[in-house]
Nanobody, 125 residues
């Protein structure tokens, strides 16, 4: 089993930055694809970004490209999401996920077997 714990969320003004972390425990996630999803009130959980097992390939939802950066440190069993130029519409609970590495289904929630509890990000205007 893999346990995922997110941290780094909080309240930030529009245009600001936050760095989310996702620490894995229970087993190494170095062979897993990892991803961030988010869920705003009243909306479906949506894909944000994903990274392959080595960290060499990353994927982003279009509206996050150029603003968000996903990275991983397999030695620390940790995945990060650097969020810059934040907008009020980025307000959501952000979830970390781990699953079978895939270059095709990385954006699909069902691809991921393990999920964290989420961390709240609130962007004020």
């Amino acid at each position: 089993q893999v346990q995922l714990v997110e941290s780094g969320g909080g309240l930030v003004q529009a245009g600001g930055s936050l760095r989310l972390s996702c620490a894995a425990s229970g087993r190494t996630v170095s062979s897993y694809g990892m991803a961030w999803f988010r869920q705003a009130p009243g909306k479906e959980r949506e894909f944000v970004a994903a990274i392959n097992w080595s960290g060499g390939i990353t994927y982003y939802e279009d509206s996050m490209k150029g603003r968000f950066i996903i990275s991983r440190d397999n030695a620390k069993n940790t995945v990060y999401l650097q969020m810059n130029s934040l907008k009020p519409e980025d307000t959501a609970i952000y979830y970390c996920a781990a699953g079978v590495d895939s270059d095709t289904y990385y954006y699909i929630r069902g691809q991921y077997d393990y999920w964290g509890q989420g961390t709240q990000v609130t962007v004020s205007s």
